[in-house]
């Protein structure tokens, strides 16, 4: 084999991995302690039984594919603040960017619904 052809391969091997390992950081960009919270809550919402577990863990990885991290708090924020009464409450119920922002989270739970439950 050619030293150029061989150094070609290799090139085309590594940039292969690094693209691979790119991908696998953005879908693992969620913090462990983000998926655990989502999976209790879901296991909380929908019962406590190991077939759950896999069901809300599997959901919440389904969501880390659709939704960046930092969209993601956004929504479990604006989930959050809609819930206090007053003004303050309002500017996160009644906001485009706040409805935006649920109607991708809500999304990105519906195909998680499809593909896990």
Same mark, same amino acid.
């Given at each position: 084999?050619?030293?150029?052809?061989?150094?070609?391969?290799?090139?085309?091997?590594?940039? +292969?991995?690094?693209?691979?390992? =790119?991908?696998?950081?953005?879908? @693992?960009?969620?913090?462990?302690?983000?998926? =655990?919270?989502? +999976?209790?809550? !879901?296991?909380?919402? @929908? /019962?406590?039984?190991?077939?759950?577990?896999?069901? !809300?863990?599997?959901? #919440?990885?389904?969501?880390?594919?659709? #939704?960046?991290?930092? /969209?993601?708090?956004?929504?479990?924020?604006?989930?959050?603040?809609?819930?206090?009464? /007053?003004?303050? /409450?309002?500017?996160?119920?009644?906001?485009?960017? =706040?409805?935006?922002?649920?109607?991708?989270?809500?999304?990105?739970?519906?195909? =998680?619904?499809?593909? !896990?439950?």
């Amino acid at each position: 084999m050619h030293p150029l052809f061989q150094s070609c391969v290799l090139v085309a091997i590594l940039v +292969v991995a690094a693209a691979a390992r =790119a991908k696998a950081d953005d879908l @693992n960009d969620y913090p462990t302690s983000a998926r =655990a919270d989502y +999976v209790f809550g !879901c296991m909380k919402a @929908n /019962g406590e039984t190991p077939e759950l577990l896999q069901k !809300c863990s599997c959901s #919440i990885d389904v969501i880390a594919s659709i #939704i960046p991290y930092d /969209g993601y708090v956004a929504a479990e924020t604006i989930l959050s603040m809609s819930q206090v009464s /007053g003004p303050v /409450g309002s500017e996160f119920r009644s906001t485009e960017p =706040a409805r935006l922002s649920l109607q991708e989270f809500r999304r990105a739970q519906a195909e =998680a619904e499809i593909r !896990c439950f």
